[in-house]
C-alpha cells in the first residue's frame, strides 16, 4: 500500500522535494499530488528580476516539467487553490470542488510580497488590488511588466533596499532604464550591513547608475499618468518622485493562512519542530520560506535564538532534501525506522551576496560592532567568552571596503564590497568557521593587481553554488563531460539555480576549459 502525500505549493522547494521523492513514486511506495496555485510548473522565482530585463528566458527558469512529472506518475494540479484543510478528516479541499485524501501533507506555500500602506494602493495583503504601473515583481506576468518598461527606456522607481530590490535595480539601470530606490535609513540594506559599509554600498550603487533617496519614507502613489497608471511615489515631505513603473521590493512574509484556518501553531511561519512536523500534528510537514523551525520544547538551546524563515532558497532545498529521505522511510517502514534518522541540522547564518557588473557585495553574521565600542566588544568576557575583533578597512574612493568581526580568531561577521577575491575567501573562512590569518591584511592583498592577474577561475575545491552546496569540482566534471553553458551545467548539477549569483563563477571553469564559453 503507498503513502499518500499531498504537497500544496509549487515553488522552487516544493520543485526540489518533488524530485527526490520521484524514485519512491516510481517504485510504488509514494502516491504523490502536488496542487499549485499559478498555471505554471515551479520557476525560479529568484531571477525573475533577470527575466525582465531580458538577460535569460522563461524556459531557462524552469524547475519543473509537469508534462514528465504526470508521465512519472505524480498527480500534478495547476491553476487550483486549497480552499481550506480539514484535518479530522485528512483531506484537502480544493478550489474546483475536488478534494484530495492525505496521509502526509506538506505545505510549501513560500511567502507573499509585502504591500506597504500606501494612498493609492489596496493594503489588504491578502488580496491586494495593485494599480497600472505598479507592480511587486514575484511572478512571470511580474516580470513582462518590467520588460516593457525596461525596454521602452521608461522611469523605474525601486520601493525597498533589500537585496532583491538592488539587484532589480541594477539590472533594469545597466540596460538603459532610469532608475532610482527609495528605501527608508541612512544607506541600503540596513538590517544586513554595518554603516561603513552601506555608504560605500550606496556610492557605488550611483556609480552603476542607480540614483538613491534614502531616509525617505513613502505615503502614496499618484496616478496620473495618460493610461490612469503610475505616475509619481509620494515622500512624507512632500516631495514626489516622478516614474512610469513602481516596484513594491518591501519584503516578504511566509504564507500561514491555510496553516492557521486548520488550526495548527504559527509564530511568524508555521511552526515545526526539528523533524520539520507541525507542532503536536504529527502528519503534516512545512518546509522553505513558511516553515519556522522552532521546536516545543522550551529548553532547546537551538531554539532559543531561533529566527523566523530566512527567505532564502538554499535552506529550503536542504530542508526538502532531507524530508524527502524521512517521508520515504515513512513510506516503507515504520515511524520508529524513520525516526532514526538523524534530525536536520541547524543553519548557519546565511551569507547574502549582491553581484552586478561592476560591483560585489558579501555580508554575513553579526557585522554591527565598531573598533571604538568597547563596552560591545568586551561583553560576554566575564562568562569565558574572547573578547570581539575588529579588522576594517576602508576605500570609498573607489568603492572598496572591508571589514571582519572575530572572536578567538573565527570570522563572526563579515562585510565586502568591490572586493570580490577577498570576498569569496571570506565567505569560504565564515562557512567552515576556521580562524583568519593573524596578519589580517594578507586578505585584502587579494583583490591586489598581481593577485588578479594571477587568479584563475573559482577554487574547483571550494563550494560555488552556496544554494544548491556544488563545488567547483563537481561543476568542472560536468564541463569535462560536455557541458559548455551556464544552462547546461545548471541541467547537469543543479548549480546555479539558486540565486544565480554564482554564474560568473560557473563561466569562468566553462572558460578555463572551453575558451571561451558560449553564452548560457
Not at 38 to 49: H, K, Q, S, T
Not at 69 to 88: E, M
Not at 251 to 265: F, I, K, N, Q
Not at 412 to 421: D, H, I, K, N, S
Request: with cysteine.
Amino acid at each position: 500500500m503507498s503513502e499518500q502525500i499531498v504537497l500544496v505549493g509549487f515553488g522552487p522547494v516544493a520543485a526540489r522535494l518533488i524530485d527526490e521523492l520521484l524514485p519512491a513514486v516510481r517504485l510504488g511506495q509514494v502516491d504523490l499530488t502536488v496542487v499549485g496555485e499559478e498555471a505554471e510548473a515551479a520557476y525560479n522565482r529568484v531571477l525573475v528580476a533577470d527575466l525582465g530585463v531580458g538577460r535569460t528566458t522563461a524556459d531557462a527558469l524552469a524547475l519543473s516539467d509537469a508534462a514528465a512529472l504526470i508521465a512519472d506518475g505524480v498527480d500534478v494540479r495547476l491553476g487550483v487553490r486549497v480552499r481550506r484543510v480539514d484535518r479530522a478528516r485528512q483531506q484537502v479541499v480544493l478550489s474546483d470542488g475536488t478534494s484530495v485524501h492525505y496521509e502526509r501533507l506538506v505545505f510549501a506555500t513560500g511567502s507573499r510580497p509585502v504591500i506597504p500602506n500606501l494612498t493609492g494602493i489596496n493594503p489588504d495583503p491578502s488580496s491586494p488590488v495593485l494599480p497600472a504601473g505598479v507592480t511587486a515583481l514575484r511572478d512571470l506576468r511580474d516580470a513582462s511588466v518590467l520588460r516593457a518598461a525596461v525596454d521602452g527606456g521608461k522611469r523605474v522607481v525601486v520601493l525597498g533596499g533589500g537585496v532583491l530590490g538592488l539587484e532589480t535595480a541594477l539590472a533594469a539601470a545597466e540596460e538603459g532604464a532610469t532608475v532610482t530606490v527609495v528605501h527608508n535609513g541612512p544607506h541600503p540594506l540596513g538590517r544586513n550591513i554595518d554603516r561603513g559599509g552601506g555608504a560605500v554600498l550606496a556610492a557605488s550603487l550611483r556609480q552603476c547608475g542607480v540614483r538613491m533617496a534614502g531616509n525617505a519614507r513613502s505615503t502614496g502613489v499618484e496616478h496620473n499618468a495618460p493610461d490612469g497608471g503610475f505616475s509619481a511615489l509620494l515622500l512624507d515631505d512632500g516631495s514626489a518622485i516622478d516614474g512610469d513603473l513602481l516596484v513594491l521590493s518591501c519584503g516578504v512574509r511566509p504564507r500561514t493562512e491555510l496553516a492557521e484556518g486548520c488550526g495548527l501553531s504559527t509564530g511568524t511561519g508555521i511552526l515545526v519542530d526539528h523533524r520539520l512536523r507541525a507542532h503536536h500534528e504529527p502528519h503534516i510537514f512545512a518546509i522553505g520560506d513558511c516553515a519556522e523551525v522552532h521546536c516545543p520544547d522550551p529548553s532547546c538551546a537551538d531554539c532559543r535564538t531561533a529566527k523566523g524563515p530566512s527567505g532564502l532558497v538554499g535552506p529550503g532545498w536542504r530542508q526538502a532534501e532531507w524530508l524527502a529521505e524521512y517521508l520515504t522511510l515513512l513510506a516503507t517502514g515504520t515511524p520508529e525506522e524513520a525516526d532514526t534518522l538523524a534530525a536536520l541540522p541547524a543553519e548557519r547564518s546565511s551569507v547574502i551576496v549582491l553581484k552586478a557588473r561592476g560591483m560585489n557585495m558579501a555580508v554575513a553574521g553579526d557585522n554591527a560592532a565598531e573598533p571604538w565600542d568597547d563596552e560591545v566588544l568586551s561583553a560576554g568576557a566575564a562568562h569565558g567568552r574572547p573578547r570581539l575583533q575588529i579588522a576594517q578597512w576602508a576605500d570609498p574612493e573607489h568603492g572598496r571596503y572591508i571589514k571582519m568581526t572575530t572572536r578567538g580568531g573565527v570570522l563572526e561577521g563579515l562585510v565586502a564590497v568591490g572586493m570580490p577575491r577577498t570576498a569569496a575567501e571570506l565567505v569560504g573562512l565564515f562557512e567552515r568557521g576556521a580562524e583568519l590569518p593573524a596578519d589580517r591584511s594578507l586578505l585584502l592583498r587579494l583583490d591586489g593587481p598581481d593577485q588578479l592577474a594571477a587568479s584563475g577561475p573559482a577554487d574547483p575545491a571550494g563550494t560555488v553554488c552556496r544554494c544548491a552546496g556544488v563545488s567547483g569540482a563537481t561543476i568542472r566534471d560536468a564541463v569535462e563531460g560536455g557541458c559548455s553553458t551556464v544552462a547546461g551545467v545548471s541541467k547537469a548539477t543543479r548549480a546555479g539555480t539558486g540565486c544565480g549569483g554564482c554564474h560568473d563563477d560557473i563561466r569562468g571553469l566553462i572558460e578555463e576549459h572551453f575558451e571561451p564559453a558560449p553564452a548560457g
